[in-house]
């Protein structure tokens, strides 16, 4: 390994000159596939290309992704993929939304950064648009690069409002992986390697099992420990598209209410219209206390993230000191500009209309499939775009998606498992690209059955 700061010089050149042209050559693409394999084992993670072997040995050449549109992208090699994984939620409007490239790119070119001193307006301007669209009297927002620190700005502020320390959340919950968030994690892959982490109680419950969260709660209060608050995705993600029982939002929020506890609703996947409503928990007509917001409120273009609360709840962020939670480089002018095409966009185009209307479409026809395979499938859960597909065991949702990405259709499993494989395309997808992707995962299906 050449450690010359020249040669770090040369290979920052080299690449800078990849990023600015509009085309490449088969030859520098596979090129571009070789180096970045190097890449990736030697200096970033060697276990990511083990794991994503559907892709690291699609057909000769391993696929490196260069561009899309909608919900379409191609790899250096110039392949096509219907893109069925829309980023884990982060790309509700598709790759590349030109309404949001082109006021990222208005922004860039005035000025990318704030000063850190003046009022930068477009903070201002991101936080009232969330004000206008969130539920209730959410009215205050802080904003963030990625969905966990979203999480542990929740976390801090239910602490500082209630000056309590315990946190009830759920089996299977995925939060993010910083130390606050990791610890609301309902998973123990994640968990365990790390050790100890945060110091106060977290009871964790059963997911959509409102009784679970009664029992917690008062145990809690009997035994005089005190609960800040209880988290909960409106309908889980990372666990495989899981749906809670129709009375358990309002049950908890019922619940929350009585045990004077806050309710925080982690919307980060399932937020900007994902499962058919603009948020989750407006399926149920719930008004959460806090709400966690990230992945397409950047519209896919930039990393953004917020927390979102009251005018009542926000006190403790602003009195006495205005600066107890601050980062530098999040919620920027760019990131802002993002986040407020992204909302129009949003809002302009009803996608939460067209995720529940695409999502009515493929369920149906996924359950169908699911009866005459049932060697393959164990079940099909989620709302609109947000849809899992259960099987038996990891080995054959891996052929499942191995299959279909062979097949031009990327989807992904949860984060370390191929049991279940989720169905998460741009909600901008259309009909004929739904059709499609139904008839590859036929055919996929019918080659699996062949061989089991
Ligand atoms: C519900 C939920 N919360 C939080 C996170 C963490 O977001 P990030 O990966 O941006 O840190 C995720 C990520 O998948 C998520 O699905």
Known sequence: MDKSLQSAMDFAQKWIDIIHKDTITEDEAKAIIEESKYNFAEHFNRGWLDYRKSITEAGDWASVEWTGNGAVFRDVLGREYIDCLGGYGMLNLGWCHPDVIDNVKAQLCRSPMPSQELIDQLRGVLARLLAMITPGDIKYSFFAASGTEAIEGSIKLAKMYTHKNGFIAALKAFHGKTMGSLSLMGKADYRTPVGMLYGGPVYHVPFGDADAVEQQLEVAKKVGIEIAAVIMEPIQGEAGAIVPPDDFWPRIRELTRHYDVLLIADEVQTGFGRTGKLWGVDHWGVVPDIMALAKSLGGGVMP?????????????????????????????????????????????????????????????????????????????TGKGLLIGQHFHN??????????????GVLVAGTLTSAKTIRIEPPLVITYEQIDTVLNRLEDTLREISKSI
Not at 394 to 404: E, I
Request: hydrophobic share 45%.
């Open 304 to 380: 953004v993230s917020a927390f979102c609360s009251t005018e009542d709840i926000w006190q403790c962020m602003m009195f006495p000191n205005p600066f107890i939670h601050t980062t530098t480089t999040g919620g920027g002018a760019l990131a802002c500009s993002a986040a407020i095409a992204a909302i129009n966009v949003t809002l302009r185009d009803k996608l939460w209309e067209q995720a529940a209307a695409k999502g009515d479409y493929i369920l149906p026809k996924l359950h169908s499939l699911a009866q005459q395979y049932p060697d393959i499938y164990h079940s099909i």
């Open 394 to 407: 990891p080995d054959v949702g891996y052929k499942v998606a191995a299959g279909l990405f062979r097949r």
